[in-house]
């Protein structure tokens, strides 16, 4: 790789990401204020407003301090290149340095000499791995002092140890990258599921999101998605794109021996992970020049072909649905209607759950041991029975697109997690989440994460981990081991979430979060599930929130629900209206 090209491919992006003191662990850290928005679809960019950044060299006569200051400044370039910071390099360790090892995001930073050479230091938001995942970092790590030492070059100061990978102030971050997702299919090849990348946003981002597609999925979701991309493809030049959205996608010849129904699943996940890009309106991909046929397309394929993947459910059921006093019941702004009405003498249900086709229900019955099935309307008798018993106290189910309900029973002895059909339930092995304290919890709509609330001690904690899954036994799943969400609070806020108690999924990488902010109150968070952001979606909220429900399409409001039975739904101008006015309503619920 060129230097003019080097760090590119880590870049990442529109991240509103803030930064400076850190929350304590086991809580998820929130900025004091930021943009408010809704859950919406991963890595859809608006057209960016980049200002071209183009810093100067070394200065002549330069102290080690001013060296050292002009080397941070450099990596800060845009458009993106390394070979300006370089030049403030002795030759050895410019032929050295591996600015490709990754990214570190930085706030705070200072500059100050020392008897060996420079002291640079700053708070470490988080850092991206070479192929552009995020992590951030924990508290106690957060702060970092690089100790430079200097050789004359030519009678010039030059640095002899930079630190490897780049570093990037959170204004550069936040300005110049883009939040990005490569799509990798469920075992099953049924859906796409989003994994979250963060690029620098220029014309390398094309290439780059191909380049990373085809390596497969990052460590995060490895073990849960499969892809249809050949294990050796590569990509053999840049990617190219027209001014009328065309995008020349040129792989190896390993695509060529794909089956035509392959063929077409290739296509599907290029065209989901291209479309984020605006200008890509369109995708062809060749092989030494010449163009691949793909069945049913032709040579060339529109990014919005492959709907029918979509992991937030293009085409599931969006109803808000919600407990009444005679059972589960549809709400709308002009009242509720009837789903599922419970015999006179039946005891009130805790929680309920509806499938991702609204097809079926499960309502958790009132003493909290057992999970009753029904079909819904217009076919109230499939399925109907007891799919999940439990020894303690049942937490609201979960569906996942497969058909598959979850359920975890939370009993004194710690919590143990089940998925049921018809046919029975069954344990589910969950290593790190077996026997914990789990307070809420839900699958994502693709079903390839399960995302819960975990109260250890007197601190609650977002964790996620992956489902592996058999792609011809759907029920059969096990749990990776979960990683905690760790977010990052502004300079100034000492802001912390606590009391986290209802979990949903927002978009196929965030979930909203009922917990208390700077005031005490529970309200809804969206948090992206590796920390690189956590935002405020309840302000203005006129009621206390005790129970929650959102969907992963951009068209569907988040909704609360109130101790006193009544259910608020967020208006698209982020105002709160009461929806089902006149019927006392608990536990708003969307499918899922």
């Not at 009678?155 to 550069?172: C, T």
């Not at 380049?211 to 050796?232: C, K, M, N, W």
């Not at 208390?516 to 405020?536: A, C, H, K, M």
Request: glycine content about 10%; aromatic content about 8%.
């Amino acid at each position: 790789m060129s230097s003019e090209g080097a760090g590119r491919r880590w870049l990442a992006g529109s991240l509103l990401v803030v930064a400076g003191s850190y929350a304590a662990a086991g809580c998820v850290s929130i900025p004091e204020s930021s943009s408010i928005q809704q859950g919406r679809e991963v890595g859809v960019q608006d057209e960016p407003q980049h200002v071209t950044n183009d810093p100067p060299g070394p200065q002549r006569g330069g102290s080690p301090q001013v060296i050292a200051s002009g080397f941070f400044a450099a990596m800060l370039a845009y458009p993106q290149t390394v070979t300006t910071a370089q030049s403030f390099l002795t030759p050895r360790a410019a032929a050295h340095w591996d600015p490709a090892s990754g990214v570190v995001v930085y706030d705070g930073q200072s500059v100050i000499p020392d008897t060996s050479g420079v002291s640079v230091s700053a708070h470490e938001l988080g850092r991206l791995d070479e192929r552009g995942a995020w992590t951030s970092v924990r508290p106690r790590l957060s702060q970092f002092v690089l100790k430079l030492r200097f050789a004359r070059v030519n009678g010039e100061w030059r640095i002899v140890n930079p630190p490897a990978g780049l570093y990037i102030d959170n204004e550069y971050f936040h300005n110049d990258y883009g939040k990005f997702a490569l799509y990798f299919f469920d075992p099953s090849f049924a859906v796409l599921a989003a994994d979250p990348v963060y690029l620098v946003d220029d014309d390398t981002a094309a290439t780059a999101l191909v380049a990373d597609l085809a390596q497969g999925p990052s460590a995060s979701l490895r073990g849960a998605v499969v892809t249809a991309i050949p294990r050796e493809t590569k990509i053999d030049v840049s990617v190219s794109a027209s001014a009328s959205g065309l995008a020349e996608v040129p792989l190896s010849e390993e695509v060529l021996q794909l089956s035509p129904d392959d063929r077409q699943l290739v296509a599907a996940q290029l065209s989901w992970t291209l479309r984020q890009l605006p200008e890509i309106l369109r995708v062809s991909i060749s092989v030494d020049g010449s163009d691949l046929e793909i069945p049913g397309f032709g040579s060339v394929f529109g990014v919005d072909e492959f709907t029918g993947y979509d992991p937030a459910g293009l085409t599931g059921e969006r109803r808000l649905f919600a407990l009444s006093p005679r059972g589960l019941v549809s709400v709308s702004p002009g009242g509720v209607s009837p789903v599922w009405t419970l015999g006179r003498d039946a005891a009130v249900p805790l929680s309920a759950a509806v499938d991702t086709k609204g097809t079926f229900a499960a309502l958790v019955r009132g003493d909290g041991r057992s999970a009753l099935v029904s079909g819904l309307p217009p076919q109230p008798d499939a399925g109907k029975g007891v799919w999940v018993t439990a020894s303690g106290r049942l937490l609201r189910p979960s569906w996942d697109f497969q058909g598959v309900l979850w359920a975890v029973d939370s009993s004194a002895t710690g919590s143990s997690i089940y998925v049921a059909t018809a046919d029975g339930q069954r344990r589910v092995p969950a290593p790190g989440l077996s026997g914990s304290d789990i307070v809420s919890f839900a699958v994502s709509r693709d079903g390839v994460r399960f995302a819960a609330v975990v109260r250890t001690g007197r601190n609650t904690s977002l964790v996620i981990s992956t489902i592996e899954r058999n792609p011809q036994h759907p029920e059969r799943v096990r749990l990776g081991t979960p990683g905690r969400v760790l977010a990052v609070p502004p300079v100034t806020a000492g802001l912390q979430l606590r009391g986290l108690s209802q979990v949903a999924w927002v978009s196929p990488t965030a979930v909203v979060l009922l917990a208390r902010g700077d005031e005490g109150t529970r309200q809804p968070w969206e948090v992206e599930i590796d920390g690189s952001n956590t935002v405020d979606v309840g302000q203005f909220l006129p009621v206390k929130a005790v129970s929650l429900a959102a969907g992963a399409n951009i068209d569907v409001a988040i909704a609360v629900g109130t101790r006193s039975g009544q259910v608020y739904v967020q208006e698209p101008d982020l105002q709160w209206v009461r929806a089902g006015e006149g019927t006392r309503l608990r536990m708003p619920v969307y499918a899922g």
